[in-house]
């Protein structure tokens, strides 16, 4: 099945809708999950196999566990741009095929490789911001990671709470900003990342209760992932991205 990748001649059309909306977007994302199980679990499994593994190399330095969940946050919009491509598939009807998700990405070569820098960027940054957090808050003597959870709710440590986890929100919302329909959108037309950048913003701006009702939804069923060891995330994660894609149909039309 030949998926063509059509040029952008069109004028964007930013969308209002629903607050309810997300639910929707749930719902048609998970009859996808179902309409194509064993390729949208191969996502899953990536993102179970890559929580392992970061888990794993992380295991003593603190730290770095506690912003895990940050960087699937940040990271996870463009890993997901397979399941965006496997969503597209199934709307042009036929057969899924799995390789072509795979390499998706090279229809928008450098609109991809663009992004790709500038979520590097933003995920070096939290790291950076988070090193600095607790070198100034622990004296660079950071506690072993059991040690650290126990403290995380004492009076003394709210000051340290408020600020680390309000810089990791203030990067999150921004990448959400950026990206909840920018990926989708380069994917589906042939658009600049600043483009694709700025009508997602657009897009956010517009739909503001919506959308954060959309990103809650988002962090719960991700923290759900994380809780079960991971193993969540095998049908966690397909649903995310699949849901996705339909909020970006409904959030973003096109007109000649």
């Not at 960087?71 to 741009?81: K, N, R, S, T, W």
Request: aromatic share 14%; charged share 10%.
């Amino acid at each position: 099945m030949d998926i063509t990748h059509l040029p952008t001649h069109e004028q964007v059309q930013i969308q209002h809708v629903a607050v309810s909306a997300p639910w929707q977007w749930l719902r048609l994302g998970w009859q996808d999950l179902w309409r194509s199980p064993a390729d949208s679990i191969f996502y899953g499994a990536v993102f179970v196999a890559m929580g392992y593994l970061l888990n794993a190399y992380f295991s003593y330095a603190p730290q770095f566990v506690i912003t895990l969940a940050a960087l699937f946050l940040l990271a996870g919009p463009f890993l997901a741009i397979g399941l965006y491509d496997i969503a597209r598939q199934l709307e042009q009807g036929g057969r899924v095929q799995l390789l072509h998700s795979m390499t998706a990405w090279r229809v928008n070569m450098p609109g991809f490789t663009l992004f790709a820098a500038l979520l590097a960027v933003l995920v070096f940054g939290w790291f950076r911001v988070s090193l600095l957090l607790f070198a100034l808050f622990f004296q660079g003597n950071i506690p072993a990671l059991d040690q650290l959870l126990s403290m995380a709710f004492s009076p003394d440590n709210l000051p340290f709470l408020l600020i680390y986890f309000g810089s990791g929100l203030m990067f999150a919302v921004a990448v959400f900003t950026l990206s909840c329909c920018a990926i989708p959108m380069m994917l589906d037309k042939d658009v600049d990342t600043i483009s694709a950048m700025i009508n997602s913003a657009h897009a956010v701006q517009r739909n503001l209760l919506t959308m954060a009702l959309w990103a809650a939804i988002i962090v719960a069923l991700t923290a759900v992932g994380f809780a079960t060891q991971f193993i969540g995330l095998l049908l966690v994660m397909p649903l995310i991205g699949l849901s996705s894609w339909h909020a970006y149909r409904a959030l973003i039309h096109f007109e000649h």
